[in-house]
């Protein structure tokens, strides 16, 4: 079931949040995603949030700013089960058009947007890390 997200569900979807982060990307130090930890809660809270339950435990989550994708998070043991696609089809079918930036060598989630009907729009680079990074565009046809 997908779902707005509550006030209470915010620590298990931070958890997501910092996991998925910590050992997706390998290559951005621990300690950049540990220090955005609070900040990251507080800015979910003020987002478009919509979380992926399964079996009464939150698996999955979308944050959207407008038509931005601030990101797709799947819990460690349930990725690869179809949830971030049916998160992103979800979303698809409240926006028109949608954006997103992906770091370069997150091989795995460039493939999945691809898939997805994503284009790469541009090349870019993340100040906050350092790494270089694809601006991706989807747009309902």
């Known amino acids: 079931m997908i779902r707005k997200l ?9 958890d997501i949040w910092l996991k998925t982060n910590l050992k997706t990307h390998y290559f951005i130090s621990n300690q950049y995603w540990k220090s955005n930890y609070e900040l990251v809660k507080e800015m979910m809270l003020q ?9 009464k435990m939150i698996q999955g989550f979308v944050g959207l700013n407008g038509e931005y994708i601030e990101g797709i998070f799947v819990s ?3 990725q690869s089960c179809g949830i971030g696609k049916l998160l992103l089809d979800y979303i698809k079918d409240k926006k028109v058009r949608l954006q997103l930036n ?3 060598k997150n091989a795995r989630a460039i493939s999945f947007y691809q898939r ?11 100040e906050a890390t350092g ?11």
């Open 6 to 14: 509550l006030n209470g569900d915010i620590d298990r979807v931070a």
């Open 47 to 55: 987002s478009e949030v919509y979380v992926y339950e399964y079996d």
């Open 76 to 78: 460690d043991e349930m």
């Open 102 to 104: 992906v770091y370069q």
């Open 116 to 126: 997805e009907g994503f284009i790469i729009q541009c090349e870019g680079l993340d």
């Open 131 to 141: 790494e270089k990074e694809y601006t991706m565009l989807w747009k309902q046809k």
